[in-house]
């Protein structure tokens, strides 16, 4: 069975980043870390080192390798919660550590990854059948910074 796992190059603070996304994501953990002991297009032998991690149940792998290209939005790690608390408290945290607001439930943390920090029933509002419900919902996500729960709900429930 194949393993699918995202990796994401950090020129720095490879370490730092994940410790602080294993401390804020529920069910998350640190795996193996690596050095590599060879010479790489990155730098000398004890340069690069890789970390093993897992986000709820997406495995992903950080590699701290010196600056090659920075993040943007086209990779975005998307967190789906179940309350507006869990939003506020994964949201809060971003945002004192460094992360800046964008639009629609999405910030950039302070090393430059986007994160989508958005309720579960998000999705299943979006794609409902009732395509009126569905466009409430989406003009009224799209007018937010943070989500707010309640008023998709109350766009969903019309």
Known sequence: MAKVVSNL???????????????IIPDSRIGRTTILPAETPSGPPGSVELIEFTLGDQAFLAMRAGPLDSFNHSFSI????E???EIDRVWDAFLANG??????????????????????MLSEMIA???????????????????????????????
Not at 9 to 23: C, G, I, Q
Not at 78 to 81: N, R, T
Not at 101 to 107: I, R, T, V
Not at 108 to 119: A, F, M, T
């Open 9 to 23: 190059w950090f020129a720095e603070e490879a370490r730092e980043a994940v410790e602080f996304y294993v401390s």
């Open 78 to 81: 998307a967190i789906l919660l």
């Open 83 to 85: 309350s507006q608390d």
């Open 99 to 120: 992360g800046t607001p964008e639009a629609c439930g999405w910030l950039k943390d302070r090393w430059g990854l986007s994160w989508q920090i958005v309720p579960r």
């Open 128 to 158: 409902d059948d009732n395509r009126e419900r569905a466009r409430r919902v989406t003009e009224v996500m799209l007018g937010m910074v943070k989500i707010d729960v309640a008023a998709l709900e109350k766009a969903f429930n019309g």
